[in-house]
């Protein structure tokens, strides 16, 4: 409790002294291991210095915070829902169940932010089945720690339904050959501070341009998928602009196919419960003549 407290201290200290950042400074690469071995061990000093760089913009790659076989898994269970149900749409109420949605550049218009992907999402009431329980299991390994360094405890929200405002979802997405894109946004950090996703494919593999981005001080993109490796999370302030580069954007796109760039996000979403509730915030407009 006593390192929880010291946590969440830093970060309404930091907040009240700076504004939140929106361009990246830095990008670090260190070991997910490592992380935890210090949050296990309550290593303070270790945890405070990881925090103030986030908050100064700040963003860290974690190698190795999941296993690489993830990918097979979630690949499998897109294939499940792709043959058990059509596409379809669920607002966050109670009883809502697990889903997939083909969002084209019609469909894009109805959401906050500009994509062009394949997604499936999964509430943890509807948890059932054998790769479901392992797509879970293996997302909390990591994203438990997350959220502590945030400033949550590691289970908040997780057993939450959308009467209690605000739940946990789980994100498989695949990016598509073809122009799959994510356009410049932030995401509200109301919720969770920091920002985490886990890396499922390898450019010069899985495809061979675009991928994930932040925007540096100068506003020009800063790419950093040749960075990534499969396993891998990238974690950030909520408030750091970023998106995804449209993947081969060249090619045709193919919405039957399993190719692309494939990528497992985390958030905690404010549920439909809650009026006026907070969502990413597209900003592309601003960047629309800088690459």
């Known amino acids: 409790m006593l390192i929880f407290n010291s946590i969440n201290n830093l970060w309404k200290n930091l907040q009240e002294g700076k504004s939140e950042p929106q361009y990246v400074t830095k990008i670090n690469i260190i070991k997910f291991t490592d992380l935890k071995k210090n949050i296990d061990k309550k290593k303070f000093p270790y945890l405070k210095n990881i925090i103030k760089k986030i908050y100064h913009g700040e963003a860290f790659i974690l190698r190795g915070a999941a296993d690489k076989k993830l990918k097979d898994t979630i690949i499998e269970l897109a294939k499940a829902y792709d043959k058990k149900e059509k596409p379809s749409f669920h607002k966050m109420l109670d009883g809502c169940p697990n889903f997939h949605r083909i969002i084209d550049k019609k469909i894009t218009k109805k959401y906050s932010t ?14 059932r089945t054998k790769l479901e329980k392992k ?122 196919s399993y190719n692309g760039r494939w990528f497992v996000g985390m958030f905690v979403n404010d549920s439909n419960s809650v009026k006026n509730r907070i969502t990413a915030d597209d900003v592309s407009g601003k960047f629309k003549y800088i690459k």
């Open 114 to 127: 500009y994509a062009i992907k394949h997604v499936y999402l999964f509430y943890n009431w509807n948890i």
């Open 135 to 256: 797509l879970k299991d293996s997302v909390y390994k990591h994203w438990r720690y997350i959220k502590f360094l945030s400033g949550n405890k590691k289970s908040q929200y997780e057993k939450n339904i959308p009467s209690q405002n605000q739940i946990d979802r789980l994100q498989i997405v695949r990016y598509p050959l073809g122009g799959g894109e994510l356009r410049d946004h932030a995401d509200p950090g109301k919720n969770q501070k920091i920002v985490s996703g886990l890396i499922m494919s390898k450019i010069g593999e899985d495809f061979n341009s675009g991928g994930f981005f932040f925007r540096n001080i100068n506003k020009k993109k800063v790419n950093i998928e040749k960075k990534l490796e499969i396993g891998d999370s990238v974690i950030f302030y909520a408030s750091l602009i970023h998106g995804v580069e449209p993947v081969d954007k060249k090619k045709k796109i193919d919405w039957k």
